[in-house]
């Protein structure tokens, strides 16, 4: 049985000495014990017990003693001074605080963008490091700031039976040949943490190829709203719907939706019941798109669902042309490890110019307008539509515990009483 931690600095204190006074042969029958004990290599064993505790005078009156805890001070100057960390966390604010996989990943193109627009001012240098620095290197100089800038809602969704039986089921695994054009959407509530009265609902659509995203808020979760909500989101996808896949709700579950599939030749489908992961694209965006810029706030007045609106056709040009993301590409489980690997993150406008299914026609005109689009004006107005939004919030209404108890001279009451006197 190897020894611990705190037991093997034991030995090694205690063998040290003995083991530089012993002779040749000693010393390899000192080490195949130690070894055996500590589990420490051979070559590693010998240097600590040659070094542990020997006093070495380096200069006059300066003494050195050995120790297995002793760490070499760092000699080498570092690469990203001070003028790179501000250039960094300017660019990260820019791109809302994203972690460093998802910011290296457009860095050089962020960086470059910014520049043009005259929104960041560096030298050359400074430009230079920002364009090879690494994701790990991007997290290490972000950690102090990131520790300044440290909410969950309800699901509001009612089962749908009608036709529920008629449209097919699609599961997480069955999206690995999807292309542009197939989407999952959801609805997300802004009850504020009541679901007392009517309050707006946000209309949540993700292509699952590309990741391109939209969102269009409605004042409730009527089915004659969200119906009129799709076919705008239709509008606004820069590629051909091809396919929705929803969840089980009745604004989604209807006669109409399923007639409109049926004479557009749209592909229909739906999650199973209580399978959040069947629709994990969209889920994810309802926090990183909805949660994140909207909050949690009760928004149920017209004025708020015209701010929401405002907000998302804002985030539409920010998100979809600048905010990377990775897509996950492999999931194995080896006992109860799981191992997932991602590919490397792009933002949905470069993904949707790989794709070989989109036209030309549309990739030039998303060239265009992404041409004009400068990311740190965009999220100035975000910042400023947040601020609008913040005041149109209703405070959030407390849900009550349980049925209100019954008035001391309730005749429930009394009769209690009586029974209990008696």
Request: glycine share 6%.
């Amino acid at each position: 049985m190897r020894l611990t931690m705190t037991e093997c600095k034991t030995v090694t204190k205690a063998s040290s000495a003995r083991y530089r006074r012993a002779r040749k042969q000693e010393k390899s029958r000192m080490l195949d014990e130690f070894t055996q004990d500590t589990g420490y290599n051979r070559v590693y064993a010998a240097r600590v017990l040659r070094g542990h505790g020997q006093r070495v005078e380096v200069r006059p009156g300066v003494i050195v003693e050995g120790s297995v805890r002793a760490k070499r001070p760092r000699t080498r100057d570092r690469q990203y001074g001070p003028d790179v960390v501000k250039a960094l966390t300017k660019v990260w604010k820019v791109m809302d605080y994203v972690c460093g996989k998802r910011l290296a990943a457009v860095l050089p193109e962020v960086v470059a963008r910014l520049v043009q627009c005259g929104e960041l001012k560096v030298s050359r240098a400074v430009r230079d490091k920002l364009m090879g620095i690494s994701a790990s290197t991007i997290d290490r100089l972000l950690a102090p700031e990131r520790k300044k800038h440290t909410l969950k809602g309800r699901g509001r969704t009612k089962p749908g039976t009608l036709l529920k039986h008629q449209i097919p089921v699609r599961t997480f695994s069955q999206w690995s040949d999807a292309q542009p054009g197939f989407v999952e959407m959801d609805l997300v509530a802004h009850d504020g943490g009541s679901n007392q009265g009517e309050y707006c609902q946000t209309l949540d659509a993700t292509d699952v190829a590309t990741g391109w995203s939209e969102q269009i808020a409605v004042p409730t979760k009527a089915q004659c709203w969200v119906f009129d909500a799709i076919q705008e989101m239709r509008e606004r996808l820069p590629f051909a719907l091809l396919g929705i896949d929803s969840d089980n709700g009745a604004e989604f579950i209807n006669h109409q939706l399923a007639d409109y599939c049926t004479g557009e030749k749209l592909t229909f489908t739906r999650s199973r019941a209580g399978r959040k992961n069947d629709n994990c694209f969209v889920e994810q965006k309802n926090w990183s798109i909805v949660r994140r810029f909207a909050g949690y706030g009760r928004f149920d007045t017209p004025e708020a669902c015209e701010a929401l609106n405002d907000l998302y056709r804002v985030l539409h040009d920010y998100i979809n042309f600048f905010m990377p993301s990775m897509k996950l590409k492999e999931k194995t489980r080896n006992g109860a490890r799981v191992t997932k690997r991602y590919d490397k993150a792009q933002t949905p406008y470069q993904r949707v110019r790989a794709a070989p299914q989109v036209s030309s026609a549309v990739k030039r005109r998303l060239r265009r307008r992404y041409a004009t689009l400068n990311p740190a004006a965009l999220k100035r107005q975000i910042d400023e539509l947040q601020q609008r939004l913040g005041r149109l919030t209703r405070r959030r209404r407390a849900i009550p515990a349980g049925p209100p108890k019954p008035a001391a001279n309730h005749p429930w009451r009394r009769s209690a009483a009586k029974r209990k006197v008696g």
